[in-house]
């Protein structure tokens, strides 16, 4: 069964610029997060998604946005970019049913803002 | 509110000793589920090892114990016989409802 699946890996952006980021989740995941990865912070979790509706929000600016397909697959997006956006944007997947709440992570998209 | 704690931004063991990560949590729930993940320098987070809250005994896996004490909520992760493939950053984490609760990590560096 293929993973989590990022894509861009590698992206490179001008302040004030928008991103897109995609997100394909494990086959049967219903589940998706988001979540922001930089040094001494850790992960912050930005949202997640289940069966295109956003189930749960972290505590970012509206600048953040999110949405799921009907095949689960999601896009997160971030407009009008900051210094401060410069992160591995992590996303993860899990399945809902039977007692596992493990989350199963992506590669990740290294976002720089110039 | 949720949070995760781990006090020890770095850490080195030798190969072959014994490490503990300590890892410290506050929620006010009852039902929630404890993880270690580990993220090797610029490869993927995997887990390591999961704990449900309401089992007493400590999650094994391998060389990679927890040492979960509910009351004190604590989940503290020993690695016996270190490894150079350990070396990585660890992330401890719960689930409560649906959303995950992540620390700032620890970076293990094994050293040979």
């Known amino acids: 069964k293929a993973g989590v699946t990022q894509t861009p890996r590698y992206l490179i952006k001008t302040r004030g610029q928008q991103v897109t980021l995609s997100c394909s989740p494990i086959?049967?995941?219903?589940?998706v997060s988001w979540y922001q990865q930089t040094p001494g912070q850790g992960l912050q979790f930005l949202f997640e998604?289940?069966?295109?509706?956003?189930?749960n929000k972290g505590n970012f600016p509206g600048r953040f946005s999110g949405r799921q397909f009907s095949n689960s697959r999601s896009e997160m997006n971030v407009s009008t970019l900051e210094l401060g956006d410069s992160a591995l944007y992590l996303c993860?997947?899990?399945?809902?049913?039977?007692?596992?709440?493990?989350?199963?992570f992506g590669p990740g998209t290294r976002l720089t803002v110039l | 509110a949720q949070t995760v704690t781990q006090s020890q931004p770095e850490m080195s063991v030798q190969e072959a000793e014994t490490v503990t990560l300590s890892c410290t949590y506050d929620?006010?729930?009852?039902?929630?589920?404890l993880f270690w993940y580990k993220q090797p320098p610029s490869r993927q987070m995997i887990l390591v090892i999961r704990?449900?809250?309401?089992?007493?005994q400590n999650a094994t896996e391998n060389r990679f114990s927890v040492n979960f004490q509910k009351a004190a909520k604590s989940f503290s992760l020993k690695i016996s016989d270190s490894q150079l493939g350990d070396t990585a950053m660890y992330f401890c984490?719960?689930?409560?409802?649906?959303?995950?609760?992540f620390g700032t990590g620890t970076s293990l560096t094994v050293i040979p």
């Open positions: 929620t006010s729930e009852n039902n929630y589920y």
């Open positions: 086959s049967g995941h219903r589940s």
């Open positions: 998604y289940f069966s295109e509706t956003q189930r």
């Open positions: 993860a997947s899990k399945v809902e049913t039977g007692r596992s709440n493990e989350q199963f």
């Open positions: 704990q449900e809250a309401y089992k007493q």
């Open positions: 984490a719960f689930i409560t409802g649906n959303q995950f609760y």
